[in-house]
């Protein structure tokens, strides 16, 4: 210890200050953090501490990615919203690009006078690039909408979206972990900005967004975001399997191809985020909205809906047949949907890729045994166009799978025959085969 003593930089600290405590800092004034947002380009700021039950289901990744988190500090950055709404995609993307880096410079900016301040601080990326390694399951550090709402700055409409109650959806959210905790914190708004208009029902070209509230994830992941993850992956696999260019060329046309490019060249780009384009929502945003509502819609959805472009679906899928019911003019490209890599992914990514149309008529309960290198027992009940998954297993089943999980999911990434499997009795069926059909055809992949 007598070297470390004698350290010009351990003398040059000591010198010039005490050591830091392992203490955590006392409260820092909320009032103060919320201005140093402000002040360092966010357009609201709220806070929330990492006790709260709105973050129960996300705490440990939190914690996991910053150990010392004791508040959180949520912040908006509004988005030029003609851009968004403009029916060249280029325009919209361009914004949203910006917006993006914009808001991670925010973060960073308030981390960085937070440590100048003595408070230790993360800023967690807002948008890409996030943890890949974990795909396709939970890939980000911070789910920023949730943690928005909680801090009193919007609440989710029926898009998905959180709307800011000035601001509307025009927004990106961002998060900042703090190592210590604030004089206060918000609570989320006592109403729900969202006005039920359901622009956002008819403007998006997949059927997303059900009339009734429903929302179809893997719909608006297949689409809209056809250029990230699982997209992309799919187009290499169509590279892969095309033995020519001519076979290349009957799948792929050639300004897709461009647009791959571009993505790769630019950033990805969304196909349409239509939801967020047409939302007349928030005090700043619903002006036109109010003075013609005819007017409003021939201006800004009717442009989206009548624009000719490729629609991503899953063959099979309740996108499809929305798709060619609501939107026959818009060709649609038949791609692969998600493939899940673990009997756990396969498990939890269940309500994200369930079809509720494809499973009209269909009233079952499923057991699930899976054996060899990832052992799980996990009960599926489909009823009445509902998903409900537990683990263990429940009640008596109408249809009993006992598979081993690395068989199984082979069948599922479509690298196994299930019939071959079923002949060698590495899948076991206790119950009608139909059933096993019906489950089928409510996650088509």
Request: with cysteine; charged share 20%.
């Amino acid at each position: 210890m007598a070297a470390l003593d004698d350290h010009p930089t351990v003398r040059a600290v000591r010198a010039r200050t005490a050591l830091p405590t392992t203490e955590p800092p006392r409260p820092i004034d909320a009032a103060w953090l919320k201005a140093l947002a402000l002040e360092c380009g966010a357009d609201d700021a709220g806070l929330v501490a990492i006790d709260r039950p709105e973050l129960d289901d996300q705490r440990a990744d939190i914690r996991a990615a910053y150990p010392p988190v004791r508040a959180l500090l949520s912040f908006v950055c509004r988005m030029n919203r003609d851009a968004v709404k403009a029916p060249a995609r280029s325009v919209s993307n361009l914004e949203f690009h910006h917006t993006i880096d914009h808001t991670d410079e925010v973060a960073r900016a308030i981390v960085r006078r937070l440590d100048a301040a003595g408070v230790p601080a993360l800023n967690p990326p807002s948008g890409f690039p996030m943890e890949m390694q974990q795909f396709p399951g939970k890939i980000w550090v911070v789910s920023h909408k949730p943690v928005a709402v909680a801090a009193g700055l919007g609440r989710m409409g029926i898009h998905r979206n959180v709307i800011h109650p000035r601001f509307g959806n025009f927004v990106l959210f961002g998060t900042v972990l703090i190592g210590a905790d604030a004089s206060a914190q918000g609570a989320p708004i006592d109403y729900n900005p969202c006005l039920s208009c359901k622009l956002c029902v008819a403007a998006c070209p997949v059927g997303a967004i059900g009339a009734d509230g429903h929302f179809d994830p893997s719909a608006c992941l297949t689409h809209n975001y056809r250029e990230f993850m699982g997209g992309f992956t799919d187009w290499v696999e169509t590279v892969v399997e095309s033995d020519s260019k001519t076979a290349y060329r009957k799948r792929v046309a050639d300004a897709e191809t461009a647009s791959l490019w571009q993505s790769l060249a630019f950033g990805p780009n969304y196909k349409a985020a239509y939801c967020l384009a047409v939302c007349p929502a928030g005090e700043d945003v619903i002006a036109p909205f109010l003075q013609n509502r005819a007017g409003f819609v021939a201006e800004v959805v009717k442009p989206l809906q009548q624009k000719e472009e490729p629609l991503y679906v899953v063959p099979g899928s309740d996108a499809e047949q929305y798709a060619a019911r609501k939107f026959p003019h818009k060709p649609q490209r038949k791609v692969s949907g998600i493939r899940p890599t673990s009997i756990a992914g396969f498990l939890r990514g269940m309500p994200i890729v369930f079809q509720r149309e494809q499973s009209a008529g269909l009233n079952a309960v499923y057991h699930f045994t899976f054996t060899g290198h990832e052992p799980a027992e996990a009960t599926v009940t489909i009823r009445d166009k509902t998903l409900a998954v537990q683990t263990g297993l429940h009640g008596t089943p109408a249809c009993a799978i006992t598979a081993d999980s690395d068989r199984w999911l082979g069948f599922l990434r479509k690298e196994r025959s299930i019939v071959w499997a079923l002949v060698r009795r590495k899948v076991r069926v206790k119950g009608p085969l139909r059933l096993l059909t019906a489950f089928g055809k409510c996650f088509p992949s």
